[in-house]
Antibody, heavy 120, light 112 residues
Framework: QVQLQESGPGLLKPSETLSLTCSVS????????WSWIRQSPGKGLEWIGF???????YYNPSLKSRVTMSVDTSKNQFSLRLSSVAAADTAVFFC??????????????WGQGILVIVSA | DIVMTQSPDSLAVSLGERATINCKST????????????LSWYQQKPGQPPKLLIY???IRESGVPDRFSGSGSGTDFTLTISSLQAEDVAVYYC?????????FGGGTKVEI
């Protein structure tokens, strides 16, 4: 059974960089597509983008200028960096797995989510 | 971006009755060459991540009760819970994966 677990700081100040890691067990990070999705009261579920060990990566244009994703195959983890955070970035961040073609398809495994609050 | 609009925002259904949730996309999510709709449904309970229920618009994920069914094609889709159970109280989301960025509907809250 695939399990995903997000980790990282839960509180940030405006202008700081958010760094989250998703640890994957029960599946190889070398297969499939790995996404980050966030959920805030004001905007519902928002797909941030995906990465893969084989190369393809895509960031949502709404966040593209601030997002970087990467994969660490030696640790079976993938990560998200979101720079210059503001209060509007306060959300629960989920990592998720999917299969896909050019882009990911549906998300069949999710992490439990991590609440990130941006506040001075 | 493809915008997904769900209706209603919320609905109250008696135990054992049918619940119907609608999802409409601003452009087709049907890839006609393979006759597949790039549309999925999720269930989210408080404090939990979304759980995949339906993919390719009508295929139930393994372990999902058969009271859940998905239908529709093109731009109009429906999730039906044929006989609502207490454990089905949740928020339901549709999601398109036809084109990037992948997008979700705003959610429909189902209550007893």
């Amino acid at each position: 059974q695939v399990q995903l677990q997000e980790s990282g700081p839960g509180l940030l100040k405006p202008s700081e960089t958010l760094s989250l890691t998703c640890s994957v067990s029960g599946a190889s990070i070398s297969s499939n597509y790995w996404s980050w999705i966030r959920q805030s009261p004001g905007k519902g579920l928002e797909w941030i983008g995906f990465t893969s060990s084989s190369g393809p990566t895509y960031y949502n244009p709404s966040l593209k200028s601030r997002v970087t994703m990467s994969v660490d195959t030696s640790k079976n983890q993938f990560s998200l960096r979101l720079s210059s955070v503001a209060a509007a970035d306060t959300a629960v961040f989920f990592c998720a797995r999917s299969e896909g073609g050019t882009y990911p398809y549906f998300f069949d495994s999710w992490g439990q989510g991590i609440l990130v609050i941006v506040s001075a | 971006d493809i915008v997904m609009t769900q209706s209603p925002d919320s609905l109250a259904v008696s135990l054992g009755e049918r619940a119907t949730i609608n999802c409409k996309s601003t452009q087709t999510v049907l890839y006609s060459a393979i006759n597949k709709n790039y549309l999925s449904w999720y269930q989210q309970k408080p404090g939990q991540p979304p759980k995949l229920l339906i993919y390719w618009s009508s295929i139930r994920e393994s372990g999902v009760p058969d009271r859940f069914s998905g239908s529709g094609s093109g731009t109009d889709f429906t999730l039906t819970i044929s006989s609502l159970q207490a454990e089905d109280v949740a928020v339901y989301y549709c999601q398109q994966y036809y084109s990037a960025p992948l997008t979700f509907g705003g959610g429909t809250k189902v209550e007893i």
